[in-house]
């Protein structure tokens, strides 16, 4: 069975801290691993990673992924109240079936 | 573009009742999905349609649910009867070929069943 797990499930940090979030996978097909962060509405798209070891960035957020490990990590440096969100994980598999781990409630306070 | 359209976006209903939830996704999209998202099970794929036809159903949970898309600008989902059970947030997405990776999801459909 097809598993994508996300840890740690919730994360409480201040302000200006860096945080780490963790997506380990287990999936049949494997064609890349995609990163969504959600506020209280829909998921949107943060990165699509698909060679291990490229490191992909987007303002104060990077993300990697590790194949041979079955991993990847999302990083936030200097983290703003507005980074607060559930961060998702996914694995896409054959065309276009996306498999979802639980995800990250991160929570920024000030 | 103004995206993936879902209506309604909040029902409230009582056991028992069929409920149907509604789906535009963005136009040339050839790729629509449906998904639930709970607290217990995070968000899970339903069924997925590529140009009006269903490839994968394998995650509706049961015979009470049902999908269709009968043109590419419009979907439905289905559920009769409804149970409390099935209360949860259901997303729409869309997504074209030549961008497969990129899935865009609609606002989602607050259910509740009573």
Same mark, same amino acid.
């Given at each position: 069975?097809?598993?994508?797990?996300?840890?740690?499930?919730?994360?409480?940090?201040?302000?200006?801290?860096?945080?780490?979030?963790?997506?380990?996978?287990?999936?049949?097909?494997?064609?890349?691993?995609?990163?969504?962060?959600?506020?209280?509405?829909?998921?949107?798209? @943060?990165?699509?990673?698909?060679?291990?070891?490229?490191?992909?960035?987007?303002?104060?957020?990077?993300?990697?992924?590790?194949?041979?490990?079955?991993?990847?990590?999302?990083?936030?440096?200097?983290?703003?109240?507005?980074?607060?969100?559930?961060?998702?994980?996914?694995?896409?598999?054959?065309?276009?079936?996306?498999?979802?781990?639980?995800?990250?409630?991160?929570?920024?306070?000030? | 573009?103004?995206?993936?359209?879902?209506?309604?976006?909040?029902?409230?209903?009582?056991?028992?009742?069929?409920?149907?939830?509604?789906?535009?996704?963005?136009?040339?999209?050839?790729?629509?999905?449906?998904?639930?998202?709970?607290?217990?099970?995070? @968000?899970?794929?339903?069924?997925?349609?590529?140009?009006?036809?269903?490839?994968?159903?394998?995650?509706?949970?049961?015979?009470?649910?049902?999908?269709?898309?009968?043109?590419?600008?419009?979907?439905?989902?289905?559920?009769?009867?409804?149970?409390?059970?099935?209360?949860?947030?259901?997303?729409?997405?869309?997504?074209?070929?030549?961008?497969?990776?990129?899935?865009?999801?609609?606002?989602?459909?607050?259910?509740?069943? @009573?």
């Amino acid at each position: 069975e097809d598993k994508v797990v996300q840890s740690p499930l919730s994360l409480v940090v201040h302000e200006g801290d860096t945080v780490t979030l963790n997506c380990s996978y287990e999936v049949t097909n494997f064609r890349s691993l995609l990163w969504y962060k959600q506020e209280k509405k829909a998921p949107t798209f @943060l990165f699509m990673l698909t060679s291990s070891g490229i490191e992909k960035k987007s303002g104060r957020l990077s993300s990697i992924l590790d194949k041979k490990e079955l991993f990847s990590i999302l990083n936030i440096t200097a983290t703003q109240t507005g980074d607060s969100a559930i961060y998702l994980c996914a694995v896409l598999k054959g065309a276009q079936k996306l498999v979802f781990g639980q995800g990250t409630r991160l929570t920024i306070n000030p | 573009d103004a995206g993936v359209i879902q209506s309604p976006r909040h029902e409230v209903t009582e056991m028992g009742q069929e409920v149907t939830l509604r789906c535009k996704p963005i136009s040339g999209h050839d790729y629509l999905f449906w998904y639930r998202q709970t607290m217990m099970r995070g @968000l899970e794929l339903l069924i997925y349609f590529n140009n009006n036809v269903p490839i994968d159903d394998s995650g509706m949970p049961e015979d009470r649910f049902s999908a269709k898309m009968p043109n590419a600008s419009f979907s439905t989902l289905k559920i009769q009867p409804s149970e409390p059970r099935d209360s949860a947030v259901y997303f729409c997405a869309s997504s074209s070929s030549g961008e497969a990776e990129t899935q865009y999801f609609g606002p989602g459909t607050r259910l509740l069943v @009573l």
